[in-house]
């Protein structure tokens, strides 16, 4: 299907990896002009290496870390104007209370809650002197489903959710379109260390971790590109009526309410 998007300018956080690699693939799959963000900058320059191979697309790396305070500032310096935004760079660990201490807990806010709200604010400015825009948050299911044994990211990725259906829900007066996408389980690196430490945490042995995966709808996580081609078709505007929503895609964990 052709979204339409080609000629579009991306930018995409936490690119070098994961959900982020995946996007900027997809992206660049239907045409776009990409500008790449994350803080491994020799991953970055795997990933665009590997993209200018397959598609005759523009590249920019802006290697950074945007937990740092005046990261967003920065990036905004030295990227063009964008038609979309992808907010995913983040990964706040798994743990209970007990588990985190007070820096831990703020280094993965200032990441992702903050990181997100950060870019968003800084771009939303140049999105609506435009009258066009899309911002597409990466958030995760346990915003949604209440996690005590993830209570960092269960209590971050809630707050994201009500940051997009907020601006969401008015942002389309300025021609910008703000949706979110909440996954399950997906395969990456990430996911094999939550449950790693979901198996210390409930059994005392990490090498118990695939009796957890083992219960996950079809019996795995999703995979990367199920995620990424549902966010280029949320940029495109073949959803243009779409904002203020969030999508889960977790293969139904959370409408049978489970924990996993």
Known sequence: MDLGLSGRDVLITGASQGIGEGAAMVFAEEGCNLHLTARNADNLRRVRDEIVAEWPVEISLHPLDLGEPGAAERLE?????IDILINNAGAIPGGNLASFSDRSWRDGWDLKVFGYINLTRVFYTRMKARNRGVIINDIGNAGERYDADY???TAGNASL???TRALGGRSIDDGIRVVGINPGPVSTERIYKLLKRRAIDWYGDESRWRELMARYPLGRPA???EIADLMAFLAS???AYTSGAIFTVDGGITSRSSII
């Not at 310096?77 to 104007?81: M, T, W």
């Open 77 to 81: 310096k030295a990227v063009s104007d």
């Open 151 to 153: 209570i960092a990211g």
């Open 161 to 163: 959710m009500a940051f």
């Open 223 to 225: 995979k990367i590109r």
């Open 237 to 239: 505007d073949r959803s």
